[in-house]
């Protein structure tokens, strides 16, 4: 049977284990769980590497190292030797957007600091244009310091996250299994897995060369609010409507923008063909809604 070579790891493509920033968080762990899989030794950075999510990833298999984006001596120590980086950065800390800027920028210098060539960066799709929504705008101001820094980065550009429907987003059973978002119904959004992410910042990591032109906005889906609806109902077998609400629900401007941004089309820009030759099963929504069940 003839073998895809992006299911091998080749020692010869990138050298030394490939660091992963904030291994324990969801993108983190897709991110090390995917490297893992294919073979790659992988160097999971996390705060504390007593805590059960850091046990867990030693015994699978990654070399659990400690690390704070508030540390550049910990970070330099960590990406040392490194044959490449997983970056992401985060809006939700005390710092803010601001401080998710300080965090991308403390990556980045120590990435040049411990002499690591290359980063891949998991920013945000639609990061390069003018959206005006905070966290996307400080994810292109991360983006563009590390392209100042002679660091070969690739920029891994996530849509919605399908794994919002598990969270804030979580259907609810009413007469029927209601889906809420604060957009309206005809309005198609595209969306993408956390696996998926993982998957698709491994192949950056391990085969720069499938990126083309260095960045990949991704998606496994674009669906409106009652398609959404009508894959919940097949993927469960039950009946499910879609139910628009106000964006004046949203409890911060950030989230307002956003979703105000997301009904002005074209918002998101993912070429769905693209993320699935890079993993050919990719999730659309109903198989991530069956692969939760």
Not at 115 to 138: K, L, Q
């Amino acid at each position: 049977m003839e073998t895809n070579t992006m299911d091998i790891y080749d020692n010869t493509t990138t050298r030394g284990p490939l660091a992963v920033v904030g291994a324990t968080g969801q993108q983190g762990r897709a991110v090390v769980s995917a490297l893992l899989e294919k073979g790659a030794p992988v160097r999971a950075l996390v705060r504390d590497p007593n805590s059960p999510r850091a046990r867990q990833l030693a015994r699978s298999g990654a070399d659990v190292v400690t690390a704070d984006l508030d540390s550049s001596d910990t970070l330099v120590k960590a990406f040392r030797g490194a044959g490449a980086v997983f970056a992401m950065t985060t809006f939700t800390g005390p710092g803010g957007t601001e401080g998710e800027v300080a965090h991308g920028r403390a990556i980045g210098d120590a990435a040049q600091a411990a002499g690591v060539a290359r980063v891949v960066y998991s920013s945000v799709g639609g990061a390069e244009r003018a959206t005006g929504i905070p966290h996307f705008e400080s994810k292109r101001r991360v983006e563009e310091y590390l392209g100042t820094l002679g660091l070969r980065t690739t920029f891994v550009r996530p849509t919605f996250f399908m794994d919002n429907f598990a969270s804030f987003s979580r259907p609810v059973m009413e007469d029927k299994l209601v889906i809420r978002l604060p957009m309206p119904g005809d309005v198609p959004l595209q969306m993408v897995a956390t696996r998926d992410i993982g998957r698709v910042a491994a192949a950056a990591l391990l085969y720069p060369e499938r990126i083309p032109g260095g960045a990949v906005e991704l998606a496994g889906d674009e669906l409106t609010g009652e398609e959404m609806a009508a894959a919940f109902a097949r993927a469960r077998g039950i009946p499910a409507r879609y139910e628009p609400v106000p964006v004046d629900v949203l409890p911060d401007a950030d989230q307002k923008a956003m979703f105000t941004w997301f009904a002005t089309l074209p918002a998101y820009r993912a070429d769905v063909g693209l993320g699935r030759e890079l993993v050919p099963d990719l999730y659309d929504l109903r198989t991530w809604i069956e692969a939760g069940k």
